[in-house]
């Protein structure tokens, strides 16, 4: 090697490691807790349009969101006497803008990327607690109950289980119709078919030809992507409102799931605060009128969860 390109390459080693240190260090004086988000008077929560968790619609030339997790939010950031800010996200990017470095779930593992910006300080859309995702943040306590289940245009000749009062046992019932069926599904989402062994089934599990929003999933599927899809509690629920006479549930995919919202690990006074909020919530009835007004049906499937969260706190 020669002494010109020896210093070459000794500038571009040194280059590296400086933007590997200003990065790490200029994302760490961006992570805050609770005391800096007081200090600084703003709480930014960070969210992914999603079911009625948070919602996106435009008014003029202005994009505004609302949803259950919008009002959630802007009531704790009161409760704090702070103002609040909205940071919009997609899935690819939402742990990223929280964490100061994305991760995905690749081949039964999670995979991070390189440092980037914080942007905000607690993630809220509806967010399912999985285990890789627990690599990544730490999540609240859960605030609202999920599942997946196996949704079939109404002209297919699937006919949805009938309840055997054991979940595991129907689970298997579902998952043994699923041999040579087309399935939609999605990488990093709670729709993951590695999340259920789905491979097993024989079923030619299909990925959206362009990327989609989970609540776009229904309308690919009766595009005729596929006979069938997996869709989470929430988006179900919605879908059946919106479609009662084309889609039909088949039967769960998953045992029962738990959402909650997720905060970095290094801010565990900003989650134990919101933690008391929401027992608060709970307590005063609030949290019951906020969940019914976006999602009226929900206590038909999962009544047993509400009442057991209530006689909790």
């Known amino acids: 090697m020669s002494l010109m390109q020896f210093k070459v390459q000794s500038r571009l080693i040194l280059q590296c490691a400086l933007f590997i240190f200003l990065g790490c260090t200029w994302t760490k004086s961006m992570a805050r807790d609770l005391a800096e988000i007081q200090a600084e008077g703003v709480l930014r929560h960070i969210g992914?349009?999603?079911?009625?968790?948070?919602?996106?619609?435009?008014?003029?030339?202005?994009?505004?969101?609302?949803?259950?997790?919008?009002?959630?939010?802007?009531?704790?950031?009161?409760?704090?006497?702070?103002?609040?800010?909205?940071?919009?996200?997609?899935?690819?990017?939402?742990?990223g803008?929280?964490?100061g470095r994305n991760g995905q779930f690749i081949n039964n593992e999670v995979v991070y990327g390189e440092p980037e910006p914080i942007q905000g300080d607690v993630m809220a859309h509806g967010v399912t607690v999985l285990?890789?995702?627990e690599e990544i943040v730490d999540f609240s306590d859960d605030y609202f109950p999920s599942a997946v289940w196996l949704i079939a245009r109404i002209e297919s000749d699937l006919v949805?289980?009938?309840?055997?009062?054991?979940?595991?046992?129907?689970?298997?019932?579902?998952?043994?119709?699923?041999?040579?069926?087309?399935?939609?599904?999605?990488?990093?989402?709670?729709?993951?078919?590695?999340?259920?062994d789905l491979y097993q089934t024989k079923a030619n599990i299909i990925f959206p030809a362009e990327a989609l929003q989970l609540n776009e999933m229904v309308p690919a599927m009766l595009n005729g992507e596929a006979e069938t899809s997996l869709l989470d509690l929430a988006d179900s629920l919605i879908a059946l409102e919106k479609w009662p006479s084309k889609i039909k549930v088949i039967g769960p995919i998953s045992q029962e799931q738990r959402m909650a919202m997720?905060?970095?690990?290094?801010?565990?006074?900003?989650?134990?605060?919101?933690n008391e909020y929401l027992k608060q919530i709970?307590?005063?009835?609030?949290?019951?009128?906020?969940?019914?007004?976006?999602?009226?049906?929900v206590h038909h499937y999962y009544e047993h969860y509400f009442i057991q969260s209530m006689a909790e706190q």
């Not at 003029?60 to 940071?87: C, P, T, W």
């Not at 690990?265 to 919101?274: G, V």
């Not at 709970?282 to 049906?297: C, N």
């Open 262 to 274: 997720g905060f970095r690990k290094d801010s565990p006074m900003l989650r134990q605060a919101f």
């Open 97 to 99: 803008k929280l964490t």
């Open 160 to 196: 949805p289980i009938k309840p055997t009062g054991l979940l595991s046992r129907d689970i298997k019932l579902v998952k043994a119709m699923m041999d040579g069926r087309d399935v939609l599904a999605m990488k990093q989402s709670c729709l993951d078919p590695d999340l259920y």
């Open 282 to 297: 709970r307590a005063d009835g609030s949290y019951i009128e906020l969940v019914k007004k976006y999602y009226p049906s």
């Open 48 to 95: 992914v349009p999603y079911a009625n968790f948070v919602t996106q619609y435009t008014e003029g030339n202005k994009v505004s969101h609302r949803g259950l997790d919008i009002e959630i939010m802007q009531n704790f950031a009161q409760h704090l006497g702070l103002k609040y800010q909205y940071i919009p996200a997609s899935w690819a990017t939402v742990f």
């Open 131 to 133: 285990d890789w995702r």
